[in-house]
């Protein structure tokens, strides 16, 4: 899947990503620190931006001050927002 639609269902990304919008992510586009990013965790997809990355696993935030830090493996990561 090189090119896949997701929709915002919460507010830890306002006013970056508004909560019911859909946005276009591409597997094809590579990641650093402040992109936003879709990665794929045990019971949904979760759409956050990159806060650091290391050898096999990056931390993802929101732009929300309650929003918690996750740290994932790179693999979890399933494209980039456009």
Known sequence: MFFF?????GES???????????????????RVGSI?????THRMVIKFVR?????QITLGGTQPSAQ????????VLGRLL
């Open 37 to 41: 990013v879709v990665v794929g965790t």
């Open 5 to 9: 639609r997701v929709t915002v269902t």
């Open 52 to 56: 650091s990355i290391d050898e096999d």
């Open 13 to 31: 990304m306002w006013p970056r990503l508004t909560p019911g919008q859909t946005y276009w992510a591409s597997s094809l586009l590579p990641y």
């Open 69 to 76: 830090s996750i740290t994932v493996k790179t693999e979890q």
